[in-house]
């Protein structure tokens, strides 16, 4: 439990956990708009999410550069004991959007969630 020093009264904690899904596919076509509104009726149990769009990154695997434009979906966890529910929607994600993997940041610490053969 964490008090406010000025007031002595509870606040609530908030853990921040964020996703990138990609805008588009590995053919380099834009996912439909469904994709998007089932992943966000996923987010949104966790009493809601915030979106950023046009978030560009770069990886190299097997001598070869990709790139990449994706959303980033950020939400507020209320407890620690909210993760596994979270990390089952970016598991969702990762096969939905079939990605090889999906980085994601929880409390500031990034990771790099792959799939059983990643």
């Known amino acids: 439990m964490v008090y ?5 009264r509870k606040v609530g904690l908030m853990i921040k956990a964020v996703l ?5 596919d590995n053919e380099r076509h834009p996912f439909m708009r ?21 978030v560009e990154g770069a990886w190299r695997s097997g ?4 790139r990449d434009v994706s959303y980033q979906y950020a939400v507020s966890l209320t407890t620690w004991d909210q993760l596994p529910a ?18 994601i940041e929880v409390a500031g610490v990034p990771d790099i969630i792959a799939g059983a053969d990643g």
């Open 4 to 8: 406010d020093s000025h007031h002595w």
């Open 20 to 24: 990138l899904a990609p805008e588009f």
């Open 34 to 54: 469904a994709a998007f509104e089932e992943l966000e009726a996923r987010l949104l149990p966790f009493g809601g999410w915030s979106r950023q769009s046009g």
């Open 86 to 103: 979270w990390l089952a929607v970016v598991h969702w994600a990762r096969e939905y959007f079939r990605q090889e993997a999906i980085y």
């Open 63 to 66: 001598g070869r550069v990709y």
